[in-house]
């Protein structure tokens, strides 16, 4: 049975996220009919092209105003109309914050079988989808099989490659917001912040980490973490002894109680690797830790580790680094 | 306004995963369960808005097996909720997260709830999605990831933080709503004894599976299954590089990252 994939995409600041892009690509390996993306905002030329040039060979384009696509519940309405011209859809979307929270509401609204966080995804031959997500903060792999005829799943950002560009120009429909009367009252965004961050990628969303831990010893040192991971075009974390001493604000929290990150090479400087930490970062591809006591346990699930005083390694990374980039 | 908070147990962070015997889950026998991490931050804030006065009462409700339940709810009573529901599940077959969602949905239409709070997901399976779920089947407008939750009595509204990547939205929003919350003003309080030993006497309201369990019978059947659970295999630990200066070890980990594990940018 072939299954029609829709990717519900997402955008910010007027671009479409990267996960959004990967879920295209995606659902191009994955099926043989064409897919198409939904967008639900103002508009943008500069949205429907990257989601033709990532594959997309219709993109149906709800009308909103609001650059952010209004609430969930507004999305989940919307995506929901849209989904009535295909009965037996697969939906894929980046398992971003607000994508997962489309994710619940479509199972719900939808009566979808539905998962969110899959690092693996394929199709059988009688249409049900199998995959694989990472589960206890990547202590462990959960095995999912999704069957009926409504399936929504929402991929972890950098699971799945991002797709080689086409030259295809997008076939856009544009749909009216449907009114949503009846439906619960809207909130309203008045505004977006940037994170505290400093330049370079997100962090959920890099595919390069460098954090730093209790083993920096104060914020004034913190620039040695950052130098190596602008050398390496990283995004820069933090343990939660970092963030609990204020060196560096919440956002760069990495752990249970901050961000869960996934990316393909993680360098810990100076973090010990308490549970709570591993927790945030273990599903990370490749795992460096830098720090001077050789019993600390993040020895135990680094990759490569270098026992040493950090405040001679690191400026000697960041070095080497540039040397090798050319930099 | 009335806060309804839903928790989940999950096991403490410390646990050592093992694979149930049938292969398709944790072998949760003999693991401490203890309340999910940002299940506390979900319940600090509701107690913050009662202090606040914003709130007149806060009650805590969790579906799910006995006895890991009432120990949950029980200590949510100890932190300082009102009430408490308990809402029977049996541990076979596991819902999931839609059919979760149904389950307390069914529970809270029991219930006034101008504002619902939840934690942004549980710290085991780490989904979010019974949240957003709630909410569909609520007809609540929901917001994930928020932070610096505030009543604006002047205008009615709640103001917030909803965190997304690369920055967060300024939302406002009225009553009811749903929130999956990220993080309370403070840090979660953590219960004092006496407040404990008390509420081991505390009443919790029971709402058996016979009320609850035909509403979700058909989506039991064929929703999502899990098919296996994996451990990976034991990490060997890391190799550990020689070197005689930082700036040996600096390029051999640099080609190491290159011709070994190509991860170098």
Redesign the interface.
């Known amino acids: 049975m072939s299954r029609a994939v829709l990717v519900v995409a997402e955008c910010r600041e007027g671009q479409v996220v990267p996960s959004s892009l990967e879920a295209v690509g995606l659902g191009r390996s994955l099926a043989s009919d064409p897919v198409v993306a939904v967008v639900v905002g103002p508009p943008s030329p500069a949205v429907h092209a990257s989601l033709a040039a990532a594959g997309a060979a219709r993109v149906v384009q709800v009308d909103h105003p609001d650059p952010h696509g209004a609430s969930t519940a507004f999305w989940s309405t919307a995506v929901a109309e849209v989904l009535k011209e295909f009965p037996d859809a697969l939906v894929l979307l980046g398992s971003t914050i607000r994508g997962r929270d489309l994710v619940g509401r479509l199972g719900a609204r939808w009566d979808a079988a539905c998962v969110a966080g899959a690092t693996s995804l394929t199709v059988d031959p009688d249409g049900s989808v199998r995959g694989s997500r990472p589960v206890f903060g990547g202590r462990a792999t959960e095995e999912f099989r999704l069957a009926g005829p409504r399936i929504v799943v929402a991929i972890r950002p950098h699971a799945f490659p991002r797709p080689s560009p086409t030259s295809a120009a997008p076939a856009v429909e544009t749909r009216a917001a449907p009114s949503i009367s009846g439906a619960p009252a809207a909130g309203r965004v008045t505004g977006f912040q940037p994170a505290e961050t400093s330049q370079g990628p997100e962090l959920t969303d890099a595919s390069i980490v460098v954090s730093g831990g209790r083993g920096v010893r104060a914020a004034e040192n913190f620039h040695l973490v950052e130098e190596l991971a602008q050398s390496l075009g990283a995004a820069v974390g933090a343990s939660r002894a970092v963030t609990d001493a204020g060196w560096r604000p919440t956002t760069f929290q990495v752990g249970q109680t901050g961000k869960s990150v996934s990316p393909q090479l993680y360098v810990a400087v100076g973090i010990s690797g308490a549970i709570q930490h591993l927790a945030g970062m273990m599903s990370s591809r490749v795992i460096v830790a830098i720090n001077t006591d050789p019993t600390a346990p993040i020895f135990k699930v680094a990759d490569y580790g270098i026992v040493g005083d950090l405040f001679q390694i690191v400026p000697a990374l960041t070095r080497a680094v540039r040397a090798a980039r050319g930099q | 306004m009335e806060i309804v908070v839903c928790v989940k147990p999950v096991?403490d962070?410390?646990t050592r995963?093992r694979v149930r015997p049938d292969g398709t889950g944790?072998d949760e026998e003999g693991v401490k369960f203890v309340l999910a991490?940002?299940d506390e931050s979900a319940v600090e804030q509701a107690l913050l808005l009662k202090e606040a006065k914003v709130a007149t009462g806060v009650r805590v409700v969790t579906a799910g097996p006995s006895p890991r339940s009432e120990e949950v709810l029980r200590y949510a009573i100890a932190l300082g909720c009102d009430h408490a529901t308990w809402i029977e599940v049996p541990a076979d077959p596991r819902p999931?997260?839609?059919a979760t969602?149904?389950i307390l949905a069914e529970g809270l239409k029991r219930y006034p709830h101008d504002l619902v709070l939840v934690g942004k997901?549980a710290?085991?399976?780490?989904?979010?999605?019974?949240?957003?779920?709630?909410?569909?089947?609520l007809?609540?407008?929901?917001?994930?990831?928020v932070v610096d939750l505030r009543w604006d009595a002047g205008r009615s509204l709640?103001t917030f933080?909803?965190?997304?990547?690369?920055?967060?939205?300024?939302?406002?929003?009225?009553a009811?709503?749903l929130v999956?919350l990220q993080?309370a003003w403070n840090d979660p309080r953590t219960a004092k004894l006496p407040n404990i030993l008390k509420s081991r006497k505390a009443p919790i309201e029971r709402i058996p599976w016979t009320e609850v369990g035909p509403a979700v019978q058909e989506?039991l059947a064929?929703?999502?299954?899990?098919?296996?659970?994996?451990?990976?295999p034991p990490?060997t630990?890391?190799?550990?590089?020689e070197?005689k200066?930082?700036?040996e070890?600096?390029?051999k980990?640099?080609r190491?990252?290159?011709e070994e594990?190509k991860?170098?940018?």
């Open positions: 096991p962070a410390e995963l944790l991490g940002y999931d997260a839609v969602a149904r997901h710290s085991d399976r780490e989904a979010g999605l019974v949240g957003p779920a709630l909410g569909e089947f007809g609540l407008t929901d917001y994930a990831g709640f933080l909803e965190s997304v990547e690369g920055g967060a939205l300024r939302v406002e929003a009225p009811p709503l999956s993080q989506r064929r929703s999502a299954q899990r098919t296996a659970f994996r451990l990976p990490r630990g890391a190799k550990l590089l070197f200066t930082p700036d070890a600096a390029e980990l640099v190491l990252l290159k594990a991860v170098f940018p």
